[in-house]
């Protein structure tokens, strides 16, 4: 009588699953391996070596197929690198070696956007000089401790604005970490762009800058405009920056001291300038003259200054009055736009 399979009444006596198939003669083992139990399976892929694994390619067969043991296998491998980095839903290994994709950074938080018609100031003598400036609508002040001990120095309270007092973290977050705010923003209203009439009346010098882009340099030459007395600076209303947090900071608070203008036509502002009795002179590396201040002592001039590399536009040029040129004894030809205000502004200031 057969015995039956799996405890099933009148089984079909098939051997247990362990012993399909004739056993394979298995000849010694290398010394060190001791026998194997019956149904034992291996140890999953992916241990290294010299933990009681097997090196790949020496791996023996059970009694279901695999190799005898003692034959290397040089076949391509189907499982996971040994250095596996730790669990994963994707890329699970047969014999238990795992792949994990390195998680991508979290992406920094992006500051938000201020209301439209309205700058963020930061650094002490821009936000000290916007305090001051009776033409600027405040709307925030965000201070850390230090910023309002060294800000009440510069400008004595009360102020006509309460400050908020926060960290540095949060001024951080609110402008960017590479802006350097010294711990001190103020978000204000947009200075309103005056007229040219209201520039004429004001006495010194006007500079007109041809297309000049960065707001850092905008910002520099509006201090050194500052720093000689110049009526006011002139720029293009399309290809010029906007009044940015930046462009204050360069300017050290001469955007609240120095009338900005926005033109829409260069050319023709040129051409209302020499009508209203100012001599315009273009200022071109390649151009003729040197610059010389006495020589303007009896002329109100208008500087005109073009964009770093391209320098002025033609029908710019064709409109002043004369193009003259900065006197550089050295080895450099040109220098950086708003280097060349103010030298430009010192060398006018040599008229008295």
Known sequence: MKPPHSGRPGGSGRPPPSDHGPRRPQGPRPPGQGPREHGQSQRGHGQQHGQGSRPEGSQARTAHGERPTGKPFHGRPTHAPSNHLGPSNHGQGRGGGEFRRPRAEPAAPRPPEV?????????????????????????????????????????????????????????????????????????????????????????????????????RNVGAILRSAAAFGVAAVITQDRNAPEETGSLAKAASGALETVPLLRAVNIARTLIALKAAGCWVVGLDAAGGNPLSGPALAERRPALVLGAEGEGLRRLTRETCDEVAVLTMPGAMESLNVSAAAAVALYELARRA
């Open 115 to 215: 209301p439209r018609g309205t700058v963020w100031i930061y650094g002490q003598h821009a936000v000290a000089a916007a305090l001051a400036n009776p033409a600027r609508r405040l709307r925030r002040l965000l201070l850390t401790e230090e910023a309002e001990q060294s800000l009440a120095q510069r400008l004595p309270q009360p102020w006509s604005l309460q400050p908020e007092r926060t960290e540095r973290a949060r001024v951080d977050h609110l402008l960017g970490r590479d802006v350097v705010h010294q711990g001190a923003a103020l978000l204000a209203d947009l200075l309103p762009t005056p007229s040219l009439q209201h520039a004429l009346e004001r006495p010194g010098p006007l500079l007109v800058l041809d297309q000049v882009t960065d707001p």
